[in-house]
T-cell receptor, first 115, second 110 residues
Framework: ETGVTQTPRHLVMGMTNKKSLKCEQH?????MYWYKQSAKKPLELMFV???????ENNSVPSRFSPECPNSSHLFLHLHTLQPEDSALYLC??????????????FGSGTRLTVV | GQNIDQPTEMTATEGAIVQINCTYQ??????LFWYQQHAGEAPTFLSY????GLEEKGRFSSFLSRSKGYSYLLLKELQMKDSASYLC???????????FGTGTRLTVIP
């Protein structure tokens, strides 16, 4: 399998549930990212991992908890979410180079609905 | 911070040319990217500009003016399959973190 794979594609959860989103990349990249995409809003950078170390936490509420066990896998653990957290959650990977001309490779996202 | 602005929606006719503009304000500009995103799919890389000028790649071209904080994506010979959202993203500073505009939803009509 190649590229960036996200599971599940769709998730419906209650506000008291705990769930996890998974992202896996097979590109040999050393940086991975979580973005939130809401309707009519820019993609919001949530977390950045370089070589498994978290380098960015963009003021994300603690009900979102990332985990990066190795440079190929990234998780986003969810608990006690709010309805406004419903969105498309995109994972991406890249080489951690300041002048990388290829940008990110994105996964297809997880469509999350909080009820 | 970053401020990236692009039109929300555009409509164009099959076979025509369309230009999607993007303006940005960043403290440490280090490259600009355009991505295409079809509904329900992953954004895919289209182009990269870091120096002023035009980059051409088939039917798609991207232009950058760093002094004006301005870029555009030019799509020629439009096809129905070009209906998608087009995302402008700027790399700000030394890290490879990208900051995105809201995206422009392009609808191609027969």
């Amino acid at each position: 399998e190649t590229g960036v794979t996200q599971t599940p594609r769709h998730l419906v959860m209650g506000m008291t549930n705990k769930k996890s989103l998974k992202c896996e990349q097979h590109l040999g990249h050393n940086a991975m990212y979580w973005y939130k995409q809401s309707a009519k809003k820019p993609l919001e950078l949530m977390f950045v991992y370089n070589f498994k170390e978290q380098t960015e936490n963009n003021s994300v509420p603690s009900r979102f908890s990332p985990e990066c066990p190795n440079s190929s896998h990234l998780f986003l653990h969810l608990h006690t979410l709010q309805p406004e957290d419903s969105a498309l959650y995109l994972c991406a990977s890249s080489q951690d180079q300041p002048r990388d001309p290829y940008g990110y490779t994105f996964g297809s996202g997880t469509r999350l609905t909080v009820v | 911070g970053q401020n990236i602005d692009q039109p929300t929606e555009m409509t164009a006719t099959e076979g025509a040319i369309v230009q999607i503009n993007c303006t940005y304000q960043t403290s440490g500009f280090n490259g600009l990217f355009w991505y295409q995103q079809h509904a329900g799919e992953a954004p895919t890389f289209l182009s990269y500009n870091v120096l002023d000028g035009l980059e051409e790649k088939g039917r798609f071209s991207s232009f950058l003016s760093r002094s004006k904080g301005y870029s555009y994506l030019l799509l020629k010979e439009l096809q129905m399959k070009d209906s998608a959202s087009y995302l402008c993203a700027v790399r700000d500073g030394g890290a490879n973190n990208l900051f995105f505009g809201t995206g422009t939803r392009l609808t191609v009509i027969p």
